[in-house]
């Protein structure tokens, strides 16, 4: 679905990734960690056609990345919602500006709203909602196009832990509902070790491909109830030791 094949990206004398070689299956979810400032957030921008690569290709499935595409979508890390529109109405958004078919999209982002736990919260502007609150309503956003690739750049950073946590259970109900491939850059391990299939640990600047560690542990995870397992305790001790 995803291949990056000898990728890099510069930014004038100051090289952000340096020969990155990834493949991402489709369907699959993948995190990204490593230090602040190897990269992570660059690389989904290549991916998404938001940045040129200085060298290398970028292909989401099979054709080069040029340009950005309605099939990728990109959440970032504020949920970014017009203040003057409801939820509905901010999940609608990017089916307004591609003048898509209103009716089926009005009654998919109602039940994205439902999934994400916002029954109830539909005629709510974003002044109405907490934050937690606020970045679901910007992943039904995500996901209303039914996107075949789903970038997120550390979606839940600004949140506390235990809002963090709920989230990231209610986005692998959602991926486990309706997979699409999922690029997830975090700085929390737990995070990656409960969402991902597989692990990305890049090098600091300039960020390389250090190791891509299988989290092979049967889903569903939670950090509550999967915190014990000595595979989690594995993974989690194994990825602090690379990024140390």
């Known amino acids: ?7 890099s990206r510069s930014f004038g004398a100051v090289a952000a990734l340096e020969e990155i070689d990834l493949s991402i299956a489709e369907g699959e979810f ?3 960690i490593g230090r602040s400032g190897c990269g992570k957030s660059t690389l989904l921008r290549l991916i998404a ?10 292909t989401v499935e099979g054709t080069p990345v040029t340009a950005p595409r309605r099939s990728i979508a990109l959440m970032q890390q504020q949920p970014a919602l017009l203040p003057w529109r409801t939820a509905l109405d901010n999940v609608m958004l990017p089916v307004e500006i591609a003048k898509l078919p209103r009716p089926p999209h009005r009654t998919r982002a109602a039940e994205l709203l439902d999934a994400a ?9 974003p002044y109405e909602l907490s934050g937690g609150m606020q970045q679901r309503v910007a992943l039904c956003r995500a996901l209303i196009q039914q996107p075949r690739v789903l970038l997120m750049d550390e979606p839940f950073s600004a949140l506390d832990a235990l809002t ?6 209610q986005l692998q109900d959602l991926h486990l509902a309706r997979p699409a491939t ?14 991902a299939d597989r692990v990305v640990v890049l090098t600091p600047r300039p960020g390389r491909v250090r190791k891509v560690l299988d989290v092979d542990i049967a889903r569903p995870r939670s950090l509550g ?4 397992l000595p595979a989690v305790a594995e993974c ?3 990825l602090h030791d690379l990024l140390a």
Do not use: K, N, W, Y
């Open 225 to 228: 109830h999967s915190a014990a």
């Open 30 to 32: 993948v995190a990204v």
């Open 49 to 58: 056609g938001l940045l040129p690569a200085t060298a290398g290709t970028v």
């Open 164 to 169: 963090r946590e709920d989230l990231a259970a």
């Open 1 to 7: 679905m995803i291949t990056l094949s000898r990728v």
């Open 182 to 195: 999922t690029v997830f850059v975090t700085h929390s391990i737990q995070e990656a070790v409960l969402l």
């Open 236 to 238: 989690v001790a194994h």
């Open 117 to 125: 736990g916002l029954a109830g919260f539909h005629d709510r502007h």
